[in-house]
């Protein structure tokens, strides 16, 4: 397998003003539905063929500690932890990984995986997307404001243009934004807006 023949994706679950959790870390609100009828519904059918064809998650500390709190629903998929603190592996799949993220996703992630999702937190988001290391974004929006919490995109600080692939909206509220990440446009001072 080739380093072309495979794709990062950066999934994440926002509510609508785009907090990823509350402060406290909760996000027992990602369980809160509404009901559109107009929406799709899926299967469990349709969710566990979805979910066959992610080979490789990657996340944070703080992401996989929440997994291990909601029963670890990654199964037996390969896991990399991206952490400089010791924890313990859950299973055998888990790896815990503290070293250069470029190394990580070319040399290690690309050539043995074909489609690879790096599932949080905030900061490793960040980061993929400031060194160019993610292909897609897929955002579930949540009917929810939040007001208050851990944003998804925190000062980036560089632009990137993106191209709309796919929108879903779903019975429960919920809205799906898939988007290609094209390129780096420039790069923007990560604290201050340009003075007019």
């Known amino acids: 397998m080739t380093e ?3 794709k990062v994706t950066i999934h ?3 509510s609508l003003d785009g907090f990823i959790s509350k402060s406290d870390g909760d996000i027992s609100w990602m369980q809160s539905g509404d009901n559109y009828e107009n929406g799709i519904e899926l299967t469990k059918e349709e969710i ?6 992610i080979d490789c998650y990657v996340m944070g500390a703080k992401t996989y500690e929440h997994a291990l709190e909601l029963g670890w629903p990654y199964g037996e998929i390969p896991v990399k932890v991206l ?3 010791k924890l313990k592996p859950i299973k055998e799949t888990v790896e815990f990984y503290s070293g250069n993220l470029n190394h990580l996703v ?3 992630l690309k050539p043995n ?3 690879i999702w790096m599932v949080g937190g905030a900061e490793i988001t960040k980061e993929f997307i400031r060194l160019e290391l993610a292909d897609e974004i897929v955002i579930s929006i ?3 404001i939040l007001g208050d919490g851990i944003l998804f995109f925190d000062y980036v600080g560089t632009e990137h243009l993106l191209h709309l692939k796919d929108v879903k909206a779903y019975k429960e509220g919920m809205v799906e934004l898939v988007y290609e990440i094209k390129k780096m446009v420039a790069e923007r001072s990560p604290r201050h807006l340009p003075k007019p």
């Open 83 to 85: 952490t400089n603190r």
């Open 113 to 115: 995986y074909r489609n």
């Open 12 to 14: 994440m679950v926002s």
């Open 48 to 53: 566990t063929d979805f979910l066959k064809k």
């Open 106 to 108: 070319n040399q290690e």
């Open 4 to 6: 072309k023949d495979s």
């Open 142 to 144: 949540m009917p929810v």
